[in-house]
């Protein structure tokens, strides 16, 4: 059974995070709303582009078009919610969006490594998926909350293609507080050290916060995570 966080109100403060951008000229919530027709999610009110990051050693595509990529690995239950739209604001309909993370161990799938217990995960594919953005642009994953290992703070990765292009490599980000109060709480996030580095100490998450930084509430027992992707859809 995926544990739920016991979070004070303090704690529950953490879980309401304004997603800003890094890039493109400023709208204001109304003008944003009204360039996309009014299908933008909400938890955000200027156009962006979202940063490009490193893919990182773990990607592969399994060929998984799934909505639910936890495969019960024990962790926070959460649901990732992503919209794909132009530099315009526009919603890109039927991108295709890949994502990967580690487990509540810091443990991806389909690697072997001795640190982290990898050997054990070969040939697994928890916490991978594919989903194709519906008119709004907008991809689904039933997840749980992201791990961390040594040297990264917490993250998920994700792949977006606009037909045969891929037009952005991305890492999402997700607040130091409440990355904190999950791993401190939460039974299936415990280690026998502790998290060292955060976003501040993460010089991927560095160049690309705030950008990529999530908008993060309480769903019930379960989160709800969002980020809108801006992309170039010409690569």
Same mark, same amino acid.
């Given at each position: 059974?995926?544990?739920? /966080?016991?979070?004070?109100?303090?704690r529950?403060?953490?879980?309401?995070?304004?997603?800003?951008?890094?890039?493109?000229?400023?709208l204001? /919530?109304g003008?944003?709303?009204?360039?996309?027709?009014?299908?933008?999610?909400?938890?955000?009110?200027?156009?962006?582009?979202?940063?490009?990051?490193?893919?990182?050693?773990?990607?592969l595509?399994?060929?998984?078009?799934?909505?639910?990529?936890?495969?019960?690995?024990?962790?926070?239950?959460?649901?990732?919610?992503?919209?794909?739209?132009?530099?315009?604001?526009?919603?890109?309909?039927?991108?295709?969006?890949?994502?990967?993370?580690?487990?509540?161990?810091?443990?991806y799938?389909?690697?072997?490594?001795?640190?982290?217990?990898?050997?054990?995960?070969?040939?697994?594919?928890?916490?991978?998926?594919t989903?194709?953005?519906?008119?709004?642009?907008?991809?689904?994953?039933?997840?749980?909350?992201?791990?961390?290992?040594?040297?990264?703070?917490?993250?998920?990765?994700?792949?977006?293609?606009?037909?045969?292009?891929?037009?952005?490599?991305?890492?999402?980000?997700?607040?130091?507080?409440?990355?904190?109060?999950?791993?401190?709480?939460?039974?299936?996030?415990?280690?026998?050290?502790?998290?060292?580095?955060?976003?501040?100490?993460?010089?991927?998450?560095?160049?690309?916060?705030?950008?990529?930084?999530?908008?993060?509430?309480?769903?019930?027992?379960?989160?709800?995570?969002?980020?809108?992707?801006?992309?170039?859809?010409?690569?």
């Open positions: 059974m995926t544990d739920r /966080p016991n979070l004070s109100l303090s529950r403060r953490a879980l309401c995070l304004i997603a800003v951008t890094a890039s493109g000229t400023m204001a /919530p003008a944003f709303a009204q360039a996309a027709g009014g299908l933008l999610l909400p938890g955000a009110d200027v156009c962006l582009l979202t940063p490009a990051t490193t893919e990182g050693p773990y990607y595509d399994p060929k998984l078009v799934r909505r639910d990529i936890a495969e019960g690995r024990d962790g926070v239950a959460t649901l990732l919610r992503l919209q794909v739209v132009d530099a315009r604001c526009r919603p890109i309909a039927g991108a295709r969006v890949d994502v990967w993370h580690c487990d509540a161990q810091g443990v799938s389909s690697y072997g490594g001795a640190e982290q217990g990898q050997d054990s995960a070969r040939g697994e594919t928890f916490l991978r998926g989903q194709f953005g519906d008119h709004r642009g907008v991809v689904e994953f039933a997840t749980i909350y992201p791990g961390w290992y040594r040297g990264r703070t917490t993250h998920i990765h994700f792949k977006v293609f606009v037909g045969d292009a891929d037009v952005l490599t991305g890492q999402i980000f997700f607040s130091d507080d409440l990355s904190t109060s999950v791993y401190s709480e939460v039974p299936a996030y415990g280690r026998d050290s502790g998290r060292r580095t955060t976003n501040d100490g993460d010089f991927i998450a560095r160049r690309a916060m705030p950008a990529s930084l999530a908008t993060v509430t309480r769903d019930g027992g379960a989160f709800l995570a969002q980020m809108i992707l801006g992309v170039d859809p010409r690569g």
